[in-house]
Protein backbone atom coordinates (compact mmCIF):
# COMPACT_ATOMS: atom_id res chain seq x y z
CA UNK A 1 0.00 0.00 0.00
CA UNK A 2 1.32 3.25 -0.60
CA UNK A 3 1.78 5.78 1.64
CA UNK A 4 2.10 9.47 1.54
CA UNK A 5 3.03 11.82 4.92
CA UNK A 6 1.97 15.22 4.77
CA UNK A 7 2.57 18.54 7.23
CA UNK A 8 -0.29 21.04 7.53
CA UNK A 9 0.76 24.18 8.95
CA UNK A 10 -1.76 26.42 10.83
CA UNK A 11 -2.02 30.63 10.24
CA UNK A 12 -2.82 33.41 12.14
CA UNK A 13 -4.47 36.90 11.07
CA UNK A 14 -2.50 39.51 11.21
CA UNK A 15 -5.40 41.74 10.82
CA UNK A 16 -8.86 40.98 9.73
CA UNK A 17 -11.43 43.68 9.02
CA UNK A 18 -14.83 42.59 7.93
CA UNK A 19 -15.87 44.87 5.27
CA UNK A 20 -19.27 43.79 4.16
CA UNK A 21 -21.92 41.34 4.98
CA UNK A 22 -23.31 39.23 1.88
CA UNK A 23 -26.68 38.36 0.53
CA UNK A 24 -25.33 35.04 0.58
CA UNK A 25 -24.79 34.84 4.14
CA UNK A 26 -20.74 35.61 4.13
CA UNK A 27 -18.91 38.32 5.23
CA UNK A 28 -16.33 40.13 3.07
CA UNK A 29 -13.08 40.53 4.67
CA UNK A 30 -9.86 42.09 4.38
CA UNK A 31 -7.55 39.95 5.55
CA UNK A 32 -3.55 39.67 6.05
CA UNK A 33 -2.93 35.93 6.95
CA UNK A 34 0.30 33.97 7.14
CA UNK A 35 1.11 30.29 7.89
CA UNK A 36 2.74 29.56 10.96
CA UNK A 37 5.24 26.41 11.97
CA UNK A 38 2.94 24.63 13.82
CA UNK A 39 1.50 21.70 11.83
CA UNK A 40 -0.87 18.11 11.89
CA UNK A 41 1.14 15.58 10.75
CA UNK A 42 -1.23 13.34 8.17
CA UNK A 43 -0.69 10.11 6.28
CA UNK A 44 -2.66 9.18 3.29
CA UNK A 45 -2.89 5.64 2.94
CA UNK A 46 -4.01 4.51 -0.92
CA UNK A 47 -6.19 1.32 -1.05
CA UNK A 48 -9.11 -0.02 0.46
CA UNK A 49 -12.21 0.61 -0.24
CA UNK A 50 -14.38 4.35 0.44
CA UNK A 51 -12.53 7.29 2.58
CA UNK A 52 -11.83 6.58 6.30
CA UNK A 53 -10.13 9.00 8.55
CA UNK A 54 -8.87 8.22 12.05
CA UNK A 55 -7.77 11.13 14.30
CA UNK A 56 -6.43 11.16 17.70
CA UNK A 57 -8.52 14.29 18.64
CA UNK A 58 -11.85 13.79 20.36
CA UNK A 59 -13.19 16.93 18.91
CA UNK A 60 -12.47 16.17 14.96
CA UNK A 61 -14.73 13.82 13.59
CA UNK A 62 -13.76 10.92 11.99
CA UNK A 63 -16.46 10.42 9.40
CA UNK A 64 -17.23 11.56 5.71
CA UNK A 65 -17.62 15.13 7.42
CA UNK A 66 -14.17 15.39 8.25
CA UNK A 67 -12.74 18.03 6.21
CA UNK A 68 -9.77 16.10 4.90
CA UNK A 69 -12.62 13.44 4.06
CA UNK A 70 -14.01 16.22 2.34
CA UNK A 71 -11.35 17.29 0.68
CA UNK A 72 -10.60 13.34 -0.68
CA UNK A 73 -14.09 12.83 -1.96
CA UNK A 74 -14.26 16.27 -3.75
CA UNK A 75 -10.74 15.89 -5.58
CA UNK A 76 -11.95 12.49 -6.73
CA UNK A 77 -14.73 13.23 -8.19
CA UNK A 78 -14.04 16.18 -10.09
CA UNK A 79 -10.22 15.43 -11.14
CA UNK A 80 -11.41 12.19 -12.77
CA UNK A 81 -14.87 12.54 -13.90
CA UNK A 82 -15.77 10.36 -16.42
CA UNK A 83 -12.51 8.28 -15.72
CA UNK A 84 -11.88 5.26 -14.01
CA UNK A 85 -10.86 6.48 -10.20
CA UNK A 86 -7.26 5.70 -9.85
CA UNK A 87 -7.60 4.45 -6.39
CA UNK A 88 -10.56 2.50 -4.44
CA UNK A 89 -10.06 3.80 -1.54
CA UNK A 90 -8.11 5.90 1.32
CA UNK A 91 -7.41 6.29 5.01
CA UNK A 92 -6.14 9.68 6.30
CA UNK A 93 -4.84 9.49 9.41
CA UNK A 94 -4.31 12.66 11.28
CA UNK A 95 -2.74 13.67 14.31
CA UNK A 96 -4.08 16.76 15.66
CA UNK A 97 -1.24 19.37 16.78
CA UNK A 98 -3.16 22.40 15.79
CA UNK A 99 -5.85 23.34 18.31
CA UNK A 100 -9.28 22.77 17.04
CA UNK A 101 -11.98 25.31 16.98
CA UNK A 102 -9.46 27.73 17.92
CA UNK A 103 -8.86 30.37 14.65
CA UNK A 104 -6.13 29.07 13.26
CA UNK A 105 -7.39 27.04 10.40
CA UNK A 106 -6.74 23.59 10.93
CA UNK A 107 -9.20 21.93 9.38
CA UNK A 108 -8.91 24.15 6.36
CA UNK A 109 -5.24 23.07 6.57
CA UNK A 110 -6.04 19.58 6.86
CA UNK A 111 -8.07 19.50 3.37
CA UNK A 112 -5.91 21.90 1.63
CA UNK A 113 -2.87 19.28 2.34
CA UNK A 114 -5.06 16.45 0.94
CA UNK A 115 -5.84 18.30 -2.13
CA UNK A 116 -2.69 19.32 -3.15
CA UNK A 117 -0.86 15.73 -2.17
CA UNK A 118 -3.81 14.27 -4.44
CA UNK A 119 -3.50 16.22 -6.92
CA UNK A 120 0.38 15.64 -7.03
CA UNK A 121 0.17 12.58 -6.75
CA UNK A 122 -1.91 11.58 -9.24
CA UNK A 123 0.18 13.53 -12.10
CA UNK A 124 -1.50 17.20 -11.42
CA UNK A 125 -4.94 16.76 -13.22
CA UNK A 126 -6.44 19.96 -11.74
CA UNK A 127 -4.53 23.53 -12.35
CA UNK A 128 -3.27 25.43 -9.16
CA UNK A 129 -6.14 27.74 -9.74
CA UNK A 130 -8.59 24.60 -10.58
CA UNK A 131 -7.34 23.32 -7.00
CA UNK A 132 -8.03 26.48 -5.24
CA UNK A 133 -11.54 26.98 -6.77
CA UNK A 134 -11.95 23.42 -5.51
CA UNK A 135 -10.59 24.30 -1.77
CA UNK A 136 -13.33 27.02 -1.77
CA UNK A 137 -15.98 25.06 -1.83
CA UNK A 138 -14.93 23.81 1.11
CA UNK A 139 -13.78 26.71 3.34
CA UNK A 140 -12.91 30.05 2.85
CA UNK A 141 -9.19 29.32 4.48
CA UNK A 142 -8.62 26.35 1.96
CA UNK A 143 -7.51 28.40 -1.08
CA UNK A 144 -5.09 30.23 1.12
CA UNK A 145 -3.45 26.90 2.53
CA UNK A 146 -3.18 25.44 -0.91
CA UNK A 147 -1.34 29.06 -2.07
CA UNK A 148 1.08 27.97 1.05
CA UNK A 149 2.46 32.01 1.69
CA UNK A 150 1.70 34.56 3.52
CA UNK A 151 -1.53 36.59 1.55
CA UNK A 152 -3.63 39.40 1.46
CA UNK A 153 -7.18 37.68 1.04
CA UNK A 154 -10.35 39.27 0.00
CA UNK A 155 -13.68 38.43 -1.04
CA UNK A 156 -14.86 35.90 1.15
CA UNK A 157 -11.02 35.54 2.27
CA UNK A 158 -10.39 33.51 -0.91
CA UNK A 159 -9.41 35.50 -3.35
CA UNK A 160 -5.62 36.44 -2.45
CA UNK A 161 -2.27 38.55 -3.39
CA UNK A 162 1.19 36.53 -1.97
CA UNK A 163 2.58 39.16 -0.13
CA UNK A 164 6.08 38.55 1.15
CA UNK A 165 7.17 41.74 2.88
CA UNK A 166 6.94 40.18 6.51
CA UNK A 167 9.39 40.45 9.29
CA UNK A 168 10.72 37.08 10.43
CA UNK A 169 8.65 37.40 13.59
CA UNK A 170 8.45 34.19 16.11
CA UNK A 171 4.62 33.90 17.35
CA UNK A 172 3.60 32.65 20.97
CA UNK A 173 0.10 31.03 20.92
CA UNK A 174 -2.44 31.20 23.76
CA UNK A 175 -5.30 28.66 23.74
CA UNK A 176 -7.10 29.38 26.90
CA UNK A 177 -8.71 26.00 25.92
CA UNK A 178 -11.99 27.12 24.95
CA UNK A 179 -13.35 26.04 21.54
CA UNK A 180 -15.35 28.94 19.61
CA UNK A 181 -17.66 28.47 16.29
CA UNK A 182 -16.89 30.64 13.44
CA UNK A 183 -20.37 30.31 12.43
CA UNK A 184 -21.45 31.57 16.11
CA UNK A 185 -18.85 34.70 16.27
CA UNK A 186 -20.52 35.95 12.71
CA UNK A 187 -23.72 35.98 13.67
CA UNK A 188 -22.57 38.13 16.94
CA UNK A 189 -20.92 40.12 15.07
CA UNK A 190 -24.34 40.38 13.00
CA UNK A 191 -26.08 41.64 15.97
CA UNK A 192 -23.99 44.36 16.80
CA UNK A 193 -23.83 46.01 13.20
CA UNK A 194 -27.36 45.89 13.07
CA UNK A 195 -27.40 47.70 16.59
CA UNK A 196 -24.64 49.76 15.22
CA UNK A 197 -22.52 49.01 18.33
CA UNK A 198 -19.26 48.71 15.98
CA UNK A 199 -16.94 50.99 16.28
CA UNK A 200 -15.72 52.43 12.76
CA UNK A 201 -11.55 52.44 13.74
CA UNK A 202 -8.78 54.02 11.62
CA UNK A 203 -7.07 51.71 9.62
CA UNK A 204 -5.17 52.44 6.69
CA UNK A 205 -3.03 49.61 5.21
CA UNK A 206 -0.65 50.86 1.81
CA UNK A 207 -0.10 47.31 0.70
CA UNK A 208 3.48 46.74 1.69
CA UNK A 209 4.73 47.85 5.09
CA UNK A 210 3.24 45.68 7.61
CA UNK A 211 3.49 47.95 11.23
CA UNK A 212 2.44 46.07 14.73
CA UNK A 213 1.70 49.21 16.30
CA UNK A 214 -0.93 50.04 13.84
CA UNK A 215 -2.17 47.12 11.71
CA UNK A 216 -2.90 44.37 14.17
CA UNK A 217 -6.85 44.79 14.54
CA UNK A 218 -9.06 42.03 14.59
CA UNK A 219 -12.96 42.92 14.09
CA UNK A 220 -13.84 39.96 15.37
CA UNK A 221 -11.79 40.31 18.64
CA UNK A 222 -15.12 42.39 20.30
CA UNK A 223 -17.25 39.61 20.22
CA UNK A 224 -15.60 36.49 21.32
CA UNK A 225 -13.47 38.32 23.87
CA UNK A 226 -17.29 39.43 24.89
CA UNK A 227 -17.90 35.72 25.92
CA UNK A 228 -14.64 35.02 26.44
CA UNK A 229 -12.91 37.46 28.64
CA UNK A 230 -9.93 35.14 29.44
CA UNK A 231 -8.82 36.73 25.68
CA UNK A 232 -8.08 40.05 27.21
CA UNK A 233 -6.09 38.82 30.24
CA UNK A 234 -4.13 37.14 27.80
CA UNK A 235 -3.21 39.45 25.61
CA UNK A 236 -2.09 42.07 28.78
CA UNK A 237 0.02 39.14 29.61
CA UNK A 238 1.49 38.78 26.55
CA UNK A 239 2.42 42.36 26.26
CA UNK A 240 3.72 42.34 29.87
CA UNK A 241 6.08 40.08 28.97
CA UNK A 242 7.72 41.47 25.88
CA UNK A 243 5.54 40.98 22.85
CA UNK A 244 5.69 43.84 20.64
CA UNK A 245 1.71 43.07 19.88
CA UNK A 246 -0.77 40.39 20.92
CA UNK A 247 -4.31 39.78 19.29
CA UNK A 248 -6.86 37.43 18.82
CA UNK A 249 -6.31 34.92 15.73
CA UNK A 250 -9.34 34.64 13.25
CA UNK A 251 -12.75 34.00 15.17
CA UNK A 252 -10.59 32.79 18.42
CA UNK A 253 -9.85 31.79 20.90
CA UNK A 254 -6.13 31.54 20.40
CA UNK A 255 -4.49 35.13 21.02
CA UNK A 256 -0.74 35.44 19.36
CA UNK A 257 2.00 37.82 20.86
CA UNK A 258 4.45 38.75 18.18
CA UNK A 259 8.17 38.57 19.06
CA UNK A 260 11.22 39.93 17.37
CA UNK A 261 13.14 35.94 18.27
CA UNK A 262 12.84 32.74 19.09
CA UNK A 263 14.08 33.56 22.93
CA UNK A 264 12.23 36.14 23.72
CA UNK A 265 8.93 33.97 23.11
CA UNK A 266 10.40 31.14 25.02
CA UNK A 267 11.08 33.51 27.70
CA UNK A 268 7.55 34.97 27.69
CA UNK A 269 6.16 31.29 27.58
CA UNK A 270 8.15 30.26 30.48
CA UNK A 271 7.26 33.20 32.72
CA UNK A 272 3.15 32.63 31.49
CA UNK A 273 3.62 28.55 32.74
CA UNK A 274 4.27 30.08 36.27
CA UNK A 275 0.76 31.70 35.66
CA UNK A 276 -1.45 30.36 37.91
CA UNK A 277 -4.51 31.53 35.59
CA UNK A 278 -2.81 29.65 32.76
CA UNK A 279 -2.91 25.88 33.90
CA UNK A 280 -5.72 25.22 31.48
CA UNK A 281 -4.20 26.52 28.74
CA UNK A 282 -2.16 25.38 25.94
CA UNK A 283 1.20 27.33 24.87
CA UNK A 284 3.05 26.89 21.38
CA UNK A 285 5.95 28.99 19.74
CA UNK A 286 5.94 28.91 16.38
CA UNK A 287 7.71 31.23 13.55
CA UNK A 288 5.80 32.44 11.29
CA UNK A 289 6.79 31.14 7.94
CA UNK A 290 7.31 34.33 5.74
CA UNK A 291 8.36 32.44 2.73
CA UNK A 292 5.80 30.11 0.36
CA UNK A 293 5.17 26.92 -0.24
CA UNK A 294 4.95 25.54 3.25
CA UNK A 295 2.55 22.27 2.15
CA UNK A 296 5.43 19.76 2.21
CA UNK A 297 4.29 16.29 1.48
CA UNK A 298 6.50 13.12 0.88
CA UNK A 299 6.06 9.86 -0.82
CA UNK A 300 7.07 7.14 1.34
P1 LIG B 1 -11.94 28.35 11.16
O1 LIG B 1 -11.59 29.71 11.68
O2 LIG B 1 -11.54 28.11 9.73
O3 LIG B 1 -13.34 27.91 11.47
P2 LIG B 1 -10.80 27.02 13.40
O4 LIG B 1 -9.32 26.89 13.57
O5 LIG B 1 -11.48 27.99 14.31
O6 LIG B 1 -10.98 27.35 11.89
P3 LIG B 1 -10.97 24.20 13.13
O7 LIG B 1 -9.98 23.73 14.12
O8 LIG B 1 -10.58 24.16 11.70
O9 LIG B 1 -11.48 25.65 13.54
O10 LIG B 1 -12.28 23.32 13.37
C1 LIG B 1 -13.57 23.80 13.22
C2 LIG B 1 -14.58 22.66 13.23
O11 LIG B 1 -14.36 21.80 12.12
C3 LIG B 1 -14.53 21.80 14.47
O12 LIG B 1 -15.81 21.82 15.06
C4 LIG B 1 -14.22 20.39 13.98
O13 LIG B 1 -15.03 19.43 14.58
C5 LIG B 1 -14.51 20.43 12.48
N1 LIG B 1 -13.52 19.67 11.68
C6 LIG B 1 -13.78 18.91 10.61
N2 LIG B 1 -12.66 18.38 10.11
C7 LIG B 1 -11.64 18.80 10.86
C8 LIG B 1 -10.24 18.60 10.83
N3 LIG B 1 -9.64 17.83 9.92
N4 LIG B 1 -9.51 19.23 11.77
C9 LIG B 1 -10.10 20.03 12.69
N5 LIG B 1 -11.40 20.23 12.76
C10 LIG B 1 -12.20 19.63 11.87
Redesign the pocket.
Known sequence: MQMISLKAPAKINLFLRVTGRRPDGYHDVYSLMCPLALYDMLTLTLGGTGIGVVCDHP???QDA????ALAARLFLTTAFVERPLPVSGLTIH?E?K?P?????????S?AAAVLTALNDHFGKPLSRPELMALGARI?A?VPFFILGAPALATGIGDRLNPFLHLTPWTALLVYPNEA?S?AWVYKNLNLRLTKGEKKISKFHFDGRFFNVDEHLVNDLEPVTEGAFPVIKRIKRLLLAHGAAGAMMS??GSTVFGLFADSDRAISARTALCKNQQSQNWKLYVADLLIQGPVVAHVRI
Request: charged content about 10%; aromatic content about 0%.
Open positions: GVPSNLAIKIVGAGLGGGSDGDVTGS
